[in-house]
């Protein structure tokens, strides 16, 4: 309850500490560090009272806030769903296609009416370190949202969502030049023209920024 207050209203924080508390099972609090745990119970809260199947949110871990014998310090990824469990194959080619290493996944039921689920992927990049999830945090998820309702295609663009400012909506303006350098230039592979905007950060958000800017 102490941290929930840290980051809400006390009488917020009590209404969620009374609703949640008791739905976690006691593998998920013995191995949750409490600012996590806090997170999850903030989030799962916004999910039961909105009109979303799910949602996706980033949050990184406190080392002095978990419990002795966790591995270091990793950003999550965590897939709130109200409708029971999501099969990892759907999940697991978003994260990928981030460019990051998923070092652990943690699912965890709750004991609710509805079914909510938990998936828990803890991550690095391929540095061996957490995301800056201020910068890209918010952008990440709605992006894992959009993929997994169908919305945007998920592919290795989304490498940009880590390194530079561009949200999913405009990595569709780089989909496009793709599309047309592929037509125009077909010697070159697939592959090649999909790694070229990841391994080029900079110059493909200067793309994106040239495109926007009014004539």
Same mark, same amino acid.
Do not use: C
């Given at each position: 309850t102490?941290?929930?207050?840290?980051r809400?209203? $006390?009488?917020q924080?009590?209404?969620l500490?009374?609703?949640?508390a008791?739905k976690f099972?006691?593998?998920?609090k013995?191995a949750?560090?409490? $600012?996590?745990?806090?997170?999850d119970?903030?989030?799962?809260d916004l999910?039961?009272?909105s009109?979303?199947?799910?949602?996706?949110?980033?949050?990184?871990?406190?080392?002095?806030?978990?419990?002795?014998g &966790?591995l270091?310090?990793?950003? #999550?990824?965590?897939v709130? #769903?109200?409708?029971?469990?999501?099969n990892?194959?759907?999940?697991?080619?978003?994260i @990928?296609?981030?460019?990051?290493?998923?070092?652990?996944?943690?699912?965890?039921?709750?004991? $609710?009416?509805?079914?909510?689920?938990?998936?828990?992927f803890g991550?690095?990049?391929?540095?061996?370190?957490?995301l800056d999830?201020?910068?890209?945090? $918010?952008?990440?998820?709605?992006?894992?949202e959009?993929a997994?309702?169908g919305?945007?295609?998920?592919?290795?663009l989304?490498?940009? =969502?880590?390194?530079?400012?561009l949200?999913?909506? @405009?990595l569709?303006i780089? #989909? &496009?030049?793709?599309?047309?350098?592929?037509?125009?230039?077909?010697?070159?592979?697939?592959r090649?023209v999909d790694? &070229?905007?990841p &391994?080029?950060?900079d110059?493909?958000?200067?793309?994106? #920024?040239?495109f @926007?800017a009014? =004539?």
């Open positions: 102490e941290e929930l207050r840290s809400i209203d $006390d009488s924080a009590n209404r500490a009374d609703t949640w008791d099972p006691e593998y998920y013995d949750t560090g409490v $600012d996590i745990a806090a997170g119970i903030i989030n799962v999910l039961a009272g009109e979303a199947e799910v949602i996706v949110r980033l949050q990184n871990e406190r080392s002095v806030a978990n419990p002795p &966790a270091d310090p990793l950003t #999550r990824i965590t709130y #769903r109200s409708t029971g469990k999501l990892l194959s759907e999940m697991m080619p978003h @990928e296609n981030l460019g990051l290493n998923v070092v652990e996944e943690v699912p965890t039921r709750l004991r $609710d009416d509805s079914g909510t689920f938990i998936h828990d991550v690095l990049t391929l540095e061996g370190e957490e999830i201020d910068s890209s945090g $918010d952008r990440i998820g709605a992006a894992i959009a997994l309702a919305e945007i295609e998920s592919d290795s989304h490498r940009l =969502l880590v390194s530079t400012d949200d999913h909506n @405009e569709t780089l #989909r &496009a030049y793709r599309s047309y350098w592929r037509l125009v230039t077909p010697s070159f592979s697939t090649y790694d &070229a905007p &391994a080029h950060p110059i493909a958000q200067d793309l994106v #920024r040239l @926007e009014p =004539l």
